[in-house]
Structure formats: C-alpha cells, structure tokens
Antibody, heavy 118, light 111 residues
Framework: QVQLVESGGGVVRPGRSLRLSCVGS????????VHWVRQAPGKGLEWVAV????????DYADSVKGRFSISRDNSKNTLYLQMNSLRADDTAMYFC???????????WGQGTLVTVSS | QSVLTQPPSVSAAAGQKVTISCSGS????????VFWYQQFPGTAPKLLIH???KRPSGIPDRFSGSKSGTSATLGITGLQTGDEADYYC????????????FGGGTKLTVL
C-alpha cells in the first residue's frame, strides 16, 4: 500500500537549520509530485512547498520562501525539505504528501514534529 | 487567516445530514478542483473527496462533494459518532504564484 514516512524532526534553536526527509513506497514515486504541509499545534493545515515529479517546478509558501528548499532524489524514493533560519512560528508537525502537480495532495504521511525553541 | 473560508464548527444529530461549506475566489475554487480531507486528533489528514465530487476507494458514499462557482460543499449523511473530526477543503491557486490553499477547518460534532 502507499506509504510515506517522514523523519528528521526535533528540537532546534531559532536561527538554526534542519533537514527533513520523506521516503515513499508502494507507488511509483518518480511519477508523482510531492508536497510538504505543516500544522502548528492546535491550528489548521498550512501548505509549505511542492516539487513536481521531474523537479521542473518547485513552489513555496510566502512564509518560507527564501528560507526553505524542497528537493527530491527519485533514485532513493526520497523527498527533502531543507529548513534554514528557523523561527518559533515554524514549530509544527510537518507532513509529506504525494499528489499531481496542480492539485492538492492525495495521500499523506504521519508527520514529523519540528519544535523551534531557545 | 485562511484563503478559503469554512465555518469553524458544525453539529448535527446522529443519523442526520450535515453540510460544510468552503468559499474561495475565481482564481482558486473557481478555476480548479476542490479536495476534502478528514482529520482526527493526532493523526494525518485523510482524503475524502477529490476533483470536486469523486470518492477514493474505501470512502463510503455517505460522503459527497459538490462545487458551484467559487464555493464548494461537503455533505455527510447518516452521521455517526465516528465522523466527529476536523474537515478541511483545499485547492490549487496559481495567483500570484502557484500554491495550494486550505480552508481553516471545520470541527464536526455529532450530537
């Protein structure tokens, strides 16, 4: 079955960096766009970024543009999110989710928690 | 402040029907497919409806979706206590740059 497993979350101080990973299985990873979506504690869903299946398109939310970078390695069925200059308001559960570029996500991973705190 | 507008909460009795609205604009809902998600506390969102009104396999036909103009609606019939969850709408918006937008979420309470 389709599985997406995120890792790399943790506690980090403001201004520092963190890299999240997401491994896909049970589907043809290289045929799908993949998103990052986050959810702050007690809040709603906030879309972060998407990368098309062939890396031609990379799009970001204004709140992370210039600080976060999305990438993928199709040979490893893996999605990445490099997060730099982290701020307290980046604290959230980060979900990866596969989909078709130009549409919202279809299926989601279970998430990895990022806490930015001094 | 979310780009798509949903009521913060709705409630209905078990066995009854409820609808959840999602309002947007011509650049998002008006021009693109609407998706609906169900989320229980502490878990990942789950796709309920895609392409405005299509249910993935395994989603009961008690769940339905519709779209008209710049608004969309999720309908749930035969409400069960197990339907108590948060529900989110989402769609694509190419303006001013390509991105996904979500509603703020609606908490469903089954009385």
């Amino acid at each position: 079955q389709v599985q997406l497993v995120e890792s790399g979350g943790g506690v980090v101080r403001p201004g520092r960096s963190l890299r999240l990973s997401c491994v896909g299985s049970g589907f043809n990873f290289r045929s799908y766009a993949v998103h990052w979506v986050r959810q702050a504690p007690g809040k709603g869903l906030e879309w972060v970024a998407v990368i098309s299946y062939d890396e031609t398109n990379k799009d970001y939310a204004d709140s992370v543009k210039g600080r976060f970078s999305i990438s993928r390695d199709n040979s490893k069925n893996t999605l990445y999110l490099q997060m730099n200059s982290l701020r307290a308001d980046d604290t959230a559960m980060y979900f990866c989710a596969r989909g078709i570029y130009g549409d919202p996500p279809l299926s989601w991973g279970q998430g990895t928690l990022v806490t930015v705190s001094s | 402040q979310s780009v798509l507008t949903q009521p913060p909460s709705v409630s209905a009795a078990a066995g009854q029907k409820v609808t959840i609205s999602c309002s947007g604009s011509s650049s998002n809902i008006g021009s693109n497919f609407v998706f609906w998600y169900q989320q229980f506390p502490g878990t990942a969102p789950k796709l309920l409806i895609h392409d405005n009104n299509k249910r993935p396999s395994g989603i009961p036909d008690r769940f339905s979706g519709s779209k008209s103009g710049t608004s969309a609606t999720l309908g749930i019939t035969g409400l069960q206590t197990g339907d108590e969850a948060d529900y989110y709408c989402g769609t694509w918006d190419p303006n001013p740059s390509a991105h996904v937008v979500f509603g703020g979420g609606t908490k469903l309470t089954v009385l």
